[in-house]
Nanobody
């Protein structure tokens, strides 16, 4: 009933920028929070950035000052602006949405981000 779809990934040179988008669709009346996670080769999935419906944000220490998360609540969409990208940012980036009703969490299928040195 709820689906989450990411877009905007790709191949970029170190120091470059990418902007990821994530849209949640379906019978959604209220989203508590949306966030970005990533999973690098051989690593476990980790939180990158998160934003609540009220606008509060959290960032992983590794991306602070480089990444910015923002939202458009009317469109149930969240964005991740990634600047000064590093090879270690290479990963599959997953979007997560927590729906207020029932406090259920939904995941997208991921979008690949590859940063070359």
């Amino acid at each position: 009933q709820v689906r989450v779809v990411e877009s905007g990934g790709g191949l970029v040179q170190a120091g470059g920028s990418l902007r990821l988008s994530c849209a949640a669709s379906g019978t959604i009346f209220s989203i508590n929070a949306m966030g970005w996670y990533r999973q690098a080769p051989g690593k476990q999935r980790e939180l990158v950035a998160r934003i609540t419906s009220g606008g509060s944000t959290d960032y992983a220490d590794s991306v602070k000052g480089r990444f910015t998360i923002s939202r458009d609540n009317g469109k149930n969409t969240v964005y991740l602006q990634m600047n000064s990208l590093k090879p270690e940012d290479t990963a599959v980036y997953y979007c997560n949405a927590v729906i207020a009703s029932g406090y259920r969490s939904y995941w997208g299928q991921g979008t690949q981000v590859t940063v070359s040195s």
